[in-house]
């Protein structure tokens, strides 16, 4: 499952550490064959399963989030196989509370790993000095990419970090390399994991 890292500064153990993990996904409202393209892993078509269910529940009149990228990412291959309300809608309204409760604290740096199709970092308004990091795989991005090409981010800043999860160590440099900066405020180092 995708998941998403609120990090904390206050131990120098290293430049992550998990304070939330949970499954991410994200949205949009768009059409034309430039969303239908086709993801190339399993977990690329997951973040955009995590999208249909994140459109589902916008689309409500009495939703608990709205994420208008939902159906562009979620791409028709998405659509017609979503998540799961069930587990996507509380996961998604937990994330972003967590996310406005640390955000509140100091916290101004956001890590997605195992990003998938998230769209916080253009529907989560409030946040003008969050600086969110995505890290994913390439096959991800080839997609994702030219689907948010125009879109305006509701945050402060936003990184794209391509990595292959299976080489150790990677990612963490990736995102290093990306403007990360493991000095910087950012959430408790506790995990809690839903």
């Given amino acids: 499952w995708p998941c998403i890292y609120m990090l904390h500064a206050g131990s120098r153990r290293g430049p992550v550490r998990a304070a939330l993990a949970m499954c991410v996904g994200s949205s ?55 998540m799961g309300g069930w587990i996507m809608v509380p996961r ?46 390439m096959t991800t991005f080839e997609v994702k990419e030219p689907l948010l090409t125009g879109e305006s981010l509701a945050v402060a800043s936003r990184a794209a970090v391509a990595t292959e999860f299976t ?7 990736a995102l290093l390399a990306s403007g990360f900066d493991p000095a910087a405020p950012y959430t408790p180092s506790r995990a809690s994991a839903m």
């Fill in 92 to 137: 998604t309204r937990f994330g972003d509370d967590f996310l406005r409760d640390h955000y509140t604290r100091g916290a101004r740096q956001l890590v997605l790993l195992g990003a998938g199709f998230d769209a916080r970092a253009y529907r989560m308004s409030g946040l003008p000095e969050l600086r969110v990091y995505e890290v994913d795989q």
């Fill in 167 to 173: 080489r150790p160590g990677e990612w963490a440099a």
């Fill in 28 to 82: 949009a409202l768009g059409s034309g064959a430039l969303n239908e393209r086709s993801v190339e892993t399993a977990h690329s078509f997951t973040g955009r399963m995590c999208a249909a269910s994140r459109l589902e529940e916008t689309r409500r009149p009495d939703s608990l989030f709205s994420d208008p990228l939902a159906y562009t990412l979620a791409g028709k291959e998405g659509r017609a196989q979503p």
